[in-house]
């Protein structure tokens, strides 16, 4: 029998619901995932905020993606959108998870200083989600000698720093008074930032040739400057780093690996050994560069890997390394028990597309939203605009 209305499926819907059959989790049909641009799915922006603030974006990518190592769901809703202005991004705080940006604020003594505004995101029912305006106990009130135009500032862990004409690292103090920590640095790439732990990682730049140094600038509480890396080349294009322990060993710097990216490939897989040195590690590096050339992104042109993490997305004790193509955001998941060559999982595609335009900067993986799934901050750029995207991790579990 033929039904000539297309509105019975939903009759039937209906009819179904009225006998409580949309208690029922195949029944829900999530309303943004129907209609993203439906008035109770759009954000609207900050109250008091103006031109200058920080607007909001719409709920319109929704992307889903498996894990074959269990079989689960992951997705990541977009759940807000930051078009920075006056405003910069600065990163998220491990401090109750501070969204934090940084502003132009006033001269002193002749000198330009940068004001910090710290937002949490939270829910506001019939608005949806939003920054909203909270105090940062622990965040200078401004931090000195910065030029918003040609400089920017990191938050990393719950450490603060600087970074000047691109090429001087500084750490500012509780009073926002600046201590450099290093120069002569790589000034093509943004630096590795972490909400998780206190480190901060840049590329260290020749004295004597146009390319960069074999040593890298990684300051932690441990660890504080540069690092040798004798077995990269001797004029390596690093384009970014993921610091993390991907083996979920443990919560000390020593059980973190690095990772060093060199174009679209890995060129690097390091491990501390108990005195803090780093230890190449051949098999890993061999590992995650054949995980990344199975990845198969959209862009056959294999564009640089810009950005990476690593964090447990779903939950499931197991680990994931998750980077950044242009504008493609992939995951591939580290399995310690597996036989050598198929430690990594590669996701069945991509965890997160933007526009075809645009391209990730920084990638960073923190709980938004206090319900003990990560979620995912994207600053990213489209010619010269900057954003910052807000996705959400839909929580589904193994």
Known sequence: MRYAHSTFPW??????????????DWFRVPLCEYSPRHELCVNSALDGMGTDGIPAGDLSVVSDSGSPTDGSNVSFTLAYTSMLTAYKWAGVLSFQNRIVYFYQDSITSGTLNAKLVSFQFVYVP??????????CTICP??????????????????????????QLAYISDNSGKLSQLDGQLSENFRPFISPNIDVLVLQKKSKTTSGNMTEMSYYSPEIRGPIQFPERTSIPATTYYAVGDIEGRGTSIKDNEVLIFEDSDLRSAYRFDDSLNPVFDKELTAEVNLAVMNAHPEDKTSPPIRSAFIADLNRDGLMELIYARHY?????????????????INWDKNIVKLANNERTETLSIVDLNDDQYPDLVIEAVNGTQRMVYFYLNNGKKP
């Open 328 to 344: 493609q955001i992939f995951a591939t998941t580290y399995d310690p028990k597996a036989e050598k060559n198929k430690h990594f």
């Open 141 to 166: 009130d401004k931090i000195q000698d910065v030029n918003v135009l040609t400089d920017s500032i990191f938050v990393s862990g719950n450490s603060f720093f600087a970074l000047k004409n691109k």
């Open 126 to 135: 019939g608005k949806g989600w939003d920054l909203n305006p909270q105090a």
């Open 11 to 24: 009759l039937l819907a209906l009819t179904l619901c009225a006998v409580s059959a949309c208690d029922d």
